[in-house]
């Protein structure tokens, strides 16, 4: 891609630099073994624009809010169900949103795992380091840095608040339970340039905070660490990738 860059930086500049009072000015578009193809092809992806600000924003907004209303309608009604008799888990009782002061270091600990693992897996897997490049360009490219809590935190509490406050609960506060729903999360998401891998890590991500959540009954838990480790994932993101694509 660097090298394609600079081709195309190299086109523009020759193109500016036109014979004057020439009929018509050739221009060698490539210099340096690179055929004309690649230049076409690298100018075509720049074409490829980011969604917008405002889109990212709303679209997140939207979606969020939709979890979390699935996520409320599944414990109010599960509560319903359960006080009527019917043999259903009530998601209310079963994961709460009571916070303790040992839940701090429960949250400290999975952000402080949650980040390290990423690190490495960046450095050491290349598909998952695409997957995770090409999710956060879709995503982070046109936000401001305030706007990085937005799609920090309320993906990380809309989405726990579906996956491990009411879907967990529902099927079991036990391990098979948390298996099964973290892969239906890591499942959902797939696409958006995001490949098996980064579906493999989401899986197992969402069983981290599966445990975390029956092993401290408190839906806050995952909450927390999920948002948090979204806006390291984020911030670091920023910092490193951002500067070399904005050249």
């Not at 020439?22 to 720049?46: H, L, M, W």
């Not at 499942?187 to 092993?215: D, E, M, P, Q």
Request: aromatic letters at 10%; proline letters at 4%; glycine letters at 6%.
């Amino acid at each position: 891609m660097k090298k394609l860059k600079r081709n195309d930086q190299l086109r523009l500049t020759k193109e500016t630099n036109v014979v004057p009072n020439g009929p018509t000015a050739k221009v060698d578009y490539v210099k340096d073994g690179s055929d004309v193809s690649s230049v076409d092809n690298f100018a075509a992806q720049k074409l490829t624009a980011f969604p917008a600000r405002s889109s990212v924003l709303q679209a997140c907004t939207l979606t969020c809010g939709v979890l979390a209303a699935l996520g409320l309608i599944i414990r109010q009604v599960s509560h319903v169900a359960f006080v009527e008799g019917l043999p259903i888990h009530d998601c209310s009782t079963e994961v709460s949103f009571g916070i303790e002061i040992w839940h701090l270091e429960l949250i400290s600990g999975l952000v402080i795992l949650i980040s390290s693992c990423r690190y490495l897996l960046l450095k050491a897997w290349p598909d998952f380091a695409e997957s995770s490049e090409a999710a956060n360009q879709q995503v982070l490219t046109s936000l401001e840095p305030l706007d990085y809590l937005v799609v920090a935190f309320l993906p990380g509490v809309s989405e726990e608040l579906l996956f491990r406050g009411a879907l967990l609960p529902l099927f079991g506060a036990n391990l098979t339970s948390v298996l099964v729903v973290a892969t239906i999360f890591g499942v959902l998401h797939l696409g958006n340039g995001r490949k098996y891998s980064f579906a493999v890590w989401a899986t197992f991500v969402g069983f981290l905070y599966g445990y975390a959540t029956i092993v401290s009954n408190s839906i806050i838990v995952p909450m927390a660490s999920h948002s948090l480790n979204n806006l390291v994932g984020g911030i670091l993101w920023h910092y490193t990738s951002r500067p070399s694509n904005s050249k």
